[in-house]
């Protein structure tokens, strides 16, 4: 039995708009006290993406998360509107070393989280994963947008 034309097209239509917002996917490493430890990142790199960051999640897997990345150093300001999930931040430098960590940032908040100072990346972890692995400030941050040259 055939489905109907319009069936069809509904479909392919949810297809298309669900592929059209999928993020390229990478792994980086994050030295931690137990040694370093792999991530799977979702990489948001211009301004829409950035913009829309994990807004509506519900929820992401333990080694899961997205990096935020600008590019070159800059400051820059994150808050929790329209983010269902409790995140940890991470302020990275662009020679890698975690500048700043906003542990447990409140879901749907509009408190400013500034990085206090020029960033290059902001990777965003589900809550209490920083301190569960040991990941501090001064930490280290292996990323492939860290060996890039700005553009």
């Known amino acids: 039995m055939r489905a109907p034309f319009h069936a069809v097209f509904a479909i392919l239509a949810l297809f298309s708009s669900t592929a059209a917002f999928a993020l390229p996917v990478e792994t980086i490493t994050i030295d931690t006290k137990a040694g370093p430890h792999r991530f799977s990142m979702e990489v948001a790199s211009d301004d829409e993406?950035?913009?829309?960051?994990l807004?509506?999640?519900?929820?992401m897997a333990p080694d899961a998360g997205m990096l935020f990345d600008f590019?070159?150093?800059?400051l820059v300001s994150f808050w929790m509107e329209n983010t269902i999930l409790p995140l940890d931040m991470l302020f990275v430098r662009a020679d890698g070393t975690i500048a700043?960590?906003?542990?447990?940032?409140?879901?749907?908040?509009?408190?400013?989280?500034?990085?206090?100072?020029?960033?290059?990346?902001?990777i965003e972890l589900n809550a209490g994963r920083?301190?569960?692995?040991?990941?501090?400030?001064g930490g280290k941050?292996?990323?492939p947008?860290?060996?890039?040259?700005p553009h």
């Open 49 to 53: 993406s950035r913009e829309k960051g």
């Open 55 to 59: 807004m509506f999640r519900k929820e």
């Open 71 to 74: 590019h070159t150093p800059q």
């Open 100 to 122: 700043r960590i906003k542990a447990n940032a409140t879901p749907y908040s509009r408190e400013n989280i500034p990085s206090g100072e020029p960033v290059q990346l902001v």
């Open 130 to 137: 920083a301190a569960a692995l040991g990941i501090t400030e």
């Open 141 to 143: 941050v292996h990323a």
């Open 145 to 149: 947008e860290l060996a890039k040259k």
